[in-house]
C-alpha cells in the first residue's frame, strides 16, 4: 500500500509563497514519477509539475513555469512544491500523486494520490 501525505497549506496573500510538501511511504520510489495537481472548485484537476525520483527531471504546466518549483529529498521520500509570487486564481486544493512508470501530465494515469491540501490566496 501507497501513502502520500501532503502538508504545507494555508492562507496566503497575493504575492506571498508557500512550500507543499509530500511525503510518501509504503513502497520503494525510485522509478516513481511525482506529481502535484490542483482543483480549483467547479474545474478540473489540473497539472502543476512532476519530478522523477531518479534523475530529478522536471516538468511544469506553462501557466506555473517561473512561479513554482518542484524538488524532493530522496532520503526522507518527500516531494515539494516551491510557490512563489502567489494569485488568487492559485486558490485550489493540491494533490500529490504517485505514477510507478513513465511522464505523464493527466491526472488518470497516475496510480497513487493524497489527500490534498487547501491553498487560499487572498486579493
Known amino acids: 500500500q501507497v501513502q502520500l501525505v501532503e502538508s504545507g497549506g494555508g492562507l496566503v496573500q497575493a504575492g506571498g509563497s508557500l512550500r507543499l510538501s509530500c511525503a510518501a511511504s509504503?513502497?520503494?520510489?525510485?522509478?516513481?514519477?511525482m506529481g502535484w495537481f490542483r482543483q480549483a472548485p467547479g474545474k478540473e484537476r489540473e497539472f502543476v509539475a512532476a519530478?522523477?525520483?531518479?534523475?530529478?527531471?522536471?516538468y511544469y504546466s506553462d501557466s506555473m513555469k517561473g512561479r513554482f518549483t518542484i524538488s524532493r529529498d530522496n532520503a526522507k521520500n518527500t516531494v515539494y512544491l516551491q510557490m512563489n509570487s502567489l494569485k488568487p486564481e492559485d486558490t485550489a486544493v493540491y494533490y500529490c500523486?504517485?505514477?510507478?512508470?513513465?511522464?505523464?501530465?493527466?491526472?488518470?494515469?497516475?496510480?497513487?494520490w493524497g489527500q490534498g491540501t487547501q491553498v487560499t490566496v487572498s486579493s
Open positions: 500523486a504517485a505514477r510507478r512508470t513513465g511522464w505523464s501530465t493527466l491526472s488518470g494515469e497516475y496510480d497513487y
Open positions: 509504503g513502497r520503494t520510489f525510485s522509478s516513481y514519477l
Open positions: 519530478i522523477s525520483w531518479t534523475v530529478a527531471s522536471t
